[in-house]
T-cell receptor, first 111, second 113 residues
Framework: ETGVTQSPTHLIKTRGQQVTLRCSSQSGHNTVSWYQQALGQGPQFIFQYYREEENGRGNFPPRFSGLQFPNYSSELNVNALELDDSALYLC??????????FGPGTRLTVL | GENVEQHPSTLSVQEGDSAVIKCTYSDSASNYFPWYKQELGKRPQLIID?????GEKKDQRIAVTLNKTAKHFSLHITETQPEDSAVYFC????????????FGKGTKLTVNP
């Protein structure tokens, strides 16, 4: 198993609410990427943080936002939740241009 | 935009047979191509990767080939075992970097004993 951890493991929210998901990167890694994985689909890139700065964004609306902290851990925030936001949210850490190692994911259900 | 097509979506083989999964990508600047294995309810795990300066890479029973001209790459698993059963995802880097990945939709591999 990788050293990447995520919390919480499961979360149930209702439409319109806000949620914060957390990721601790593997020791020595300075880059965190977030992905959304809908059931039966491949992960979709949301955005990436490198040394506390956003370093690229996928095709997701502004209500998806993030942060990276000085210890390289990261948060994903989603505002105004919609039913279609129900998915597995994965973070992956890497050292700059190296391999990406995934965390176990947070399963978000929006009712 | 960037796109990765993966085929087949499901693959069933007998134990001991070989399995091949194929992917094509659209971004000619892509230079990093990892393959991930995801078992039910678990995280994707990197099983092998290849960079654009190499045409083939092998690790025991697993190999990946890359054809940059045709923009396609393939995963080959030989001597399959029941524990190889999982969903396999290919991915390609976006815009020349290796951190931002575009994934295929996955191949569900079933190895029958």
């Amino acid at each position: 198993e990788t050293g990447v951890t995520q919390s919480p493991t499961h979360l149930i929210k209702t439409r319109g609410q806000q949620v914060t998901l957390r990721c601790s990167s593997q020791s020595g890694h300075n880059t965190v990427s977030w992905y959304q994985q809908a059931l039966g689909q491949g992960p979709q890139f949301i955005f990436q943080y490198y040394r506390e700065e956003e370093n690229g964004r996928g095709n997701f609306p502004p209500r998806f936002s993030g942060l990276q902290f000085p210890n390289y851990s990261s948060e994903l925030n989603v505002n105004a939740l919609e039913l279609d936001d129900s998915a597995l949210y994965l973070c992956a850490s890497s050292l700059e241009a190296g391999e990406q190692f995934f965390g176990p994911g947070t399963r978000l259900t929006v009712l | 935009g960037e796109n990765v097509e993966q085929h087949p979506s499901t693959l069933s083989v007998q134990e001991g047979d070989s399995a091949v999964i194929k992917c094509t990508y659209s971004d000619s600047a892509s230079n990093y191509f990892p393959w991930y294995k995801q078992e039910l309810g678990k995280r994707p795990q990197l099983i092998i990767d290849i960079r654009s300066n190499v045409g083939e890479k092998k690790d025991q029973r697993i190999a990946v080939t890359l054809n940059k001209t045709a923009k396609h790459f393939s995963l080959h698993i030989t001597e399959t075992q029941p524990e190889d059963s999982a969903v396999y995802f290919c991915a390609a880097s976006m815009g020349g970097g290796s951190e931002k990945l575009v994934f295929g939709k996955g191949t569900k591999l079933t190895v029958n004993p």
